[in-house]
């Protein structure tokens, strides 16, 4: 569980970082970055727009031999969507981002909340 701050972002991908270290079938290093920064996004959205202060968001983390999954849990029920993209704006592309990275990713609804989760294959 990490606080709804900024600087969970950060925190998150340390967490990430040392989960992936452990694995018994270790990432390359160009998608460790890929499933890195995917952590970056789904946590600041997850904290921009499914949080209020005082709440928490949780980073879960599967890693199997074809590929890891991240799902960031947070308690609003109310779906991210990809923005059109824009070179004038300066966020709204994290989605964009994921979309490009992930194999596979999308939203399930959660008793309380959502889920959005994202898969890298190996």
Same mark, same amino acid.
């Given at each position: 569980?990490?606080?709804?701050? &900024? *600087? ?6 340390? $967490? #990430? ?5 452990? =694995?018994?079938?270790?990432?390359? *290093?160009?998608?460790?970055? %890929?499933?890195?920064? /995917? #952590? ?6 997850? $904290?921009? $727009? !499914?949080?209020?202060? %005082? ?5 879960? #983390?599967?890693?199997? &031999?074809?590929?890891? +999954?991240? *799902?960031? @849990? %947070? ?7 990809? +923005?059109?993209?824009? !070179?004038?704006?300066?966020? !709204?592309? !994290?989605? @964009? /981002?994921? =979309? ?8 399930? =609804? +959660? ?10 294959? +190996?």
């Amino acid at each position: 569980m990490f606080p709804a701050r &900024p *600087e969970s972002s950060a925190q998150a991908r340390a $967490y #990430v970082r040392e989960v992936l270290a452990r =694995d018994d079938e270790p990432l390359v *290093e160009a998608k460790r970055d %890929d499933v890195l920064l /995917i #952590v970056a996004e789904l946590v600041t959205n997850a $904290y921009r $727009y !499914g949080t209020e202060p %005082d709440e928490k968001l949780l980073v879960a #983390v599967l890693t199997t &031999p074809k590929l890891v +999954r991240i *799902e960031v @849990h %947070d308690p609003r029920r109310r779906r991210p969507h990809m +923005r059109n993209e824009s !070179g004038a704006r300066a966020r !709204g592309r !994290g989605l @964009h /981002i994921v =979309d490009a990275l992930a194999a596979r990713w999308n939203v399930d =609804d +959660r008793p309380f909340g959502k889920a959005v989760w994202a898969e890298v294959d +190996r």
